[in-house]
Nanobody, 124 residues
Framework: QVQPMESGGGLVQAGGSLRLSCQAS????????MAWYRQPPGKERELVAA???????KYADSVKGRFTISRDGAKNTVYLQMNSLKDEDTAVYYC??????????????????WGQGTQVTVSS
């Protein structure tokens, strides 16, 4: 299994926007759920947004209304559109593929399917 590959991080001013991309491997993209996590400096990794293979989504409260997760089956890619960025959004962002949603809507990551991470730095 080839690990997913993220791109699109960078340095942005507070209030600005960035779009992250994550390309998944394999021929089963239409049947896999995916998610974005982030790890701020000195903190634990946390879920940012997840998308079920049927299109349902879940967001952390801290990003609701500002971030949007979406997927493109033709490109085997999941996106994270980040608007109105804040200092506290500074983190390394990781893509996770082939995780599992349980009935409560919680996403459990596949521990063998992490990307290498991409740095997002928001300056004020």
């Amino acid at each position: 299994q080839v690990q997913p590959m993220e791109s699109g991080g960078g340095l942005v001013q507070a209030g600005g926007s960035l779009r992250l991309s994550c390309q998944a491997s394999g021929n089963d993209f239409s049947r896999i759920s995916m998610a974005w996590y982030r790890q701020p400096p000195g903190k634990e990794r946390e879920l940012v947004a997840a998308i079920h293979f049927t299109g349902g989504t879940k967001y952390a409260d801290s990003v609701k209304g500002r971030f949007t997760i979406s997927r493109d089956g033709a490109k085997n890619t999941v996106y994270l559109q980040m608007n109105s960025l804040k200092d506290e959004d500074t983190a390394v962002y990781y893509c996770n593929t082939r995780g599992t949603f349980i009935n409560s809507g919680r996403y459990f990551p596949n521990l063998r399917s992490w990307g290498q991470g991409t740095q997002v730095t928001v300056s004020s």
